[in-house]
């Protein structure tokens, strides 16, 4: 009976380290939507689209940032409420008249990143192609600056960059009278 309380006695300080040693949990993982609030307009006359957008399997939903010329880091504590080339597609769709039929248009998005080298600003940049007599590839690009380097200042940048985006391809699009 005696070796009982002296077990106890001895769980007790083994059982209390693991209760201060134990860490934290994890913050939460923060979502962001840089979907635009307003796009330009729909153009009266735009024809109607067959979209697709991609992009490479390195733009995920974890954001993207440029902090050298050559290198990138990812934040897994910082991520986008879908994959970047469906919040392209999004917009695009939108300020398009993307119906699933008429002119084909494919958008290979290639960056779509946080660029923090400098002063700070976010950068959108795909290739378009359309399948219209007379419209070449064509290389589109949104450089928007941020207010800060605060995420969500960059997202708000981010928002920016797909209305410029979703305006030039609009132009690209049109009609050429």
């Not at 917009?91 to 998005?109: E, H």
């Not at 399948?131 to 064509?138: L, P, R, S, T």
Request: charged share 20%; glycine share 6%; net charge positive.
């Amino acid at each position: 009976m005696k070796s009982l309380p002296r077990l106890a006695g001895a769980l007790v300080p083994l059982l209390l380290s693991a209760c201060f040693s134990s860490s934290p949990p994890a913050p939460a993982v923060r979502w962001f939507d840089p979907t635009p609030r307003e796009l330009p307009p729909v153009p009266a006359g735009l024809p109607a689209v067959r979209l697709r957008v991609q992009s490479p399997p390195h733009l995920g939903r974890e954001l993207a940032y440029r902090v050298g010329d050559r290198e990138f880091t990812f934040d897994a504590d910082h991520r986008w409420i879908a994959e970047p080339s469906a919040l392209l597609q999004a917009a695009l769709a939108r300020g398009l008249s993307a119906s699933g039929s008429g002119l084909d248009v494919v958008v290979d998005l290639e960056r779509f990143e946080f660029d923090v080298v400098g002063a700070p600003r976010v950068r959108v940049q795909c290739t378009l192609r359309v399948a219209m007599a007379g419209v070449a590839e064509q290389r589109l690009e949104s450089v928007q600056s941020a207010a800060s380097r605060s995420v969500d200042a960059l997202v708000t940048a981010m928002a920016l960059a797909l209305v410029d985006i979703t305006a030039q391809v609009q132009r690209a699009v049109a009609p050429k009278n």
